[in-house]
């Protein structure tokens, strides 16, 4: 089973950046998709971006290309999020997923380990 931990989440301001991390645990994930999905109150979660396990495909969001950039460190057996030029809207909390798939996949049912999420908050 692989466990992960979202790191570095935080307030800030709007147009100000983070860096998120998604620490895995358990076991390898360097043949893993990686993903990050977030969730705002009194919304659904919606997915953000992911990542092949080669790191050769990504997809992206709409409301977040340009801005946001998804990455991995396969030998650290983690996944980061960038994300710069932060708006209000990008207020959530951000959950990382990772599933034995081929893509960048969307979807959220298709991963089957989950994070337990970051804050982040984005003051206007």
């Known amino acids: 089973q692989v466990q992960l931990v979202e790191s570095g989440g935080g307030l800030v301001q709007a147009g100000d950046s983070l860096r998120l991390s998604c620490a895995a645990s358990?076991?390898?994930?360097?043949?893993?998709?990686m993903g990050w999905f977030r969730q705002a109150p009194g919304k659904e979660r919606e997915f953000v971006t992911a990542i092949s396990w080669t790191g050769g495909s990504t997809s992206y969001a709409d409301s977040v290309k340009g801005r946001f950039t998804i990455s991995r460190d396969n030998a650290k057996n983690t996944g980061y999020l960038q994300m710069n030029s932060l708006k209000p809207e990008d207020t959530a909390v951000y959950y990382c997923a990772a599933g034995y798939l081929m893509g960048a996949t969307m979807t959220p049912r298709e991963y089957v380990n989950w994070g337990q999420g970051t804050q982040v908050t984005v003051s206007s």
């Open positions: 358990g076991r390898s994930i360097s043949r893993y998709a």
